[in-house]
């Protein structure tokens, strides 16, 4: 199989509808899209851990935090952080806290 690189989705190679070795040789020729894809498939890891603790992630969240780590690599090691043991037990704790604050009360309609 010939792949088109004009073609090639990197979402889809990241969230695995794209997978198996000719992929793979793919990938392995294209170091930068390669290192695309593999910070993508730790956000979505991240996302899926926060969505497992039920933790509201705002619209565009991914989109943005993908920007953000093209910025400035370092915030890599706290999505690790976010993946480990520790993470888990950080997201944990953030969720009990958030859950003891009351609930936003909607605004009083103003009188006609």
Known sequence: MSID????NLADLAD????????????????????????????????????????PVPEGFEARLMARIREDRTLLDLLDLGLSGVGRALIELINLLLSLLPAPQQPAAAPA
């Not at 690189?5 to 090639?8: F, G, L, P, Q």
């Not at 730790?42 to 926060?50: K, Q």
């Open 5 to 8: 690189d004009a073609n090639v």
């Open 16 to 55: 695995g509808t794209l997978a198996g070795p000719e992929w793979d040789a793919w990938l392995a020729a294209h170091p930068a899209a390669a290192a695309e894809v593999a910070i993508a498939r730790r956000v979505r890891r991240l996302l899926s851990e926060m969505s497992a603790a039920a933790i």
